[in-house]
């Protein structure tokens, strides 16, 4: 399996201003993004995902090293790397004025897709995105999940072979955001490969093969959701629940660095209590990124101001 992005020492710095010393936006990043893969990018607000993103889209310089993508060297070969990408930001670029089908179309054409095809696969796009009914609605009457469809549809127009996804269903309604989740996991099973940007960890659990975890500027793990929990199995813990005295409950949680050594633990300091449960509570995704960034999950959903597809995540 071939590198569709290899990154070297990438680097974004912001010059100082009033009162303020030069920003590390980004701050010399290493990875590399596989063929057909969905590569989570997470972090919490400023963290640096945004700025990557530019940069590997071409909407900003870096300030120093190097990036390649689809096999094309950023800083030389930008045209080429646009023709084969797709770009969806997140706050959406489509026209409210057009309709959905014109809305395709006009992106298509500014791709160079030949005039007969642009009609057929704009109408193809729109099923797939089950926006068929919605084709002469004018796009700024669609709801929030309709847009974002229709924003990935046609980041899809010219077929990319690697698309850049940030934020997709950040404020979207539940069914909204499980409908776009399965849409990109489609894309992934077509081959193509997805860069994904999200705040939503149970996002990242489902969809991701690999994810790179950004803290100020930096990367601090990079890793599969096993690989990544994995590290954190020092966490795992041994959760008791035990009768009350009153009729209720109480739930004791020992650390276990050895199961079988925690349960006995936890079953002597129960004592003569009768024993409701006992479970072995394993390190989540959520564990992992509080480890690594500091911030818990709510406080980052907080961050970005709003509720939507699932827990928060960066």
């Known amino acids: 399996m071939s590198d569709v ?77 646009k023709k084969r990408i797709g770009v969806v930001p997140e706050a959406s670029n489509l026209y409210d004025e057009l309709t959905s089908l014109d809305n395709l179309v ?43 469809g229709l924003t990935i549809a046609a980041a899809l127009a010219h077929r990319p072979p690697l698309l850049f996804l940030d934020e997709p269903t950040t404020g979207l309604d539940v069914m909204s955001a499980r409908n776009l989740r399965g849409m990109i996991a489609g894309l992934r099973d077509e081959g193509v490969t997805v860069f994904l940007t999200t705040h939503y960890l149970e996002e990242a659990e489902r969809l991701c093969d690999r994810i790179a975890v950004i803290v100020k500027g930096r990367i ?59 479970n072995t509570v394993r390190p989540s995704l959520e564990d992992v990124f509080v480890r690594l960034t500091g911030l818990g999950a709510e406080v980052m959903l907080a961050e970005k101001g709003g509720k939507g597809g699932g827990n928060a995540a960066g």
């Open 220 to 278: 601090v793990a990079l890793d599969t959701v096993a690989g990544l929990k994995a590290a954190a199995q020092g966490q795992t813990a041994v959760e008791v629940t035990l009768a009350g005295a009153d009729g209720g409950v109480e739930t004791r949680r020992v650390p276990a660095d050895d199961v079988a050594v925690a349960v006995r633990t936890a079953l002597a300091e129960a004592g003569d209590r009768r024993v409701l449960a006992v």
């Open 106 to 148: 006009f992106a298509m054409q500014l791709y160079g897709v030949p005039r007969a095809e642009r009609r057929p696969r704009a109408e193809a796009l729109l099923a797939r995105f089950r926006l068929g009914d919605k084709r002469d609605v004018p796009f700024a009457k669609l709801s929030r999940g309709m847009k974002r």
């Open 5 to 81: 992005i290899q990154v070297t020492g990438l680097t974004k710095t912001y010059a100082a201003g009033k009162g303020r010393p030069p920003l590390a936006a980004v701050d010399s990043v290493d990875f590399a993004v596989r063929e057909g893969e969905v590569f989570g990018f997470l972090g919490p607000n400023g963290a640096g995902k945004t700025t990557t993103i530019r940069m590997l889209t071409g909407l900003t310089r870096p300030t120093s090293g190097t990036a390649r993508v689809m096999g094309f060297d950023l800083a030389s070969d930008l045209a080429r790397v």
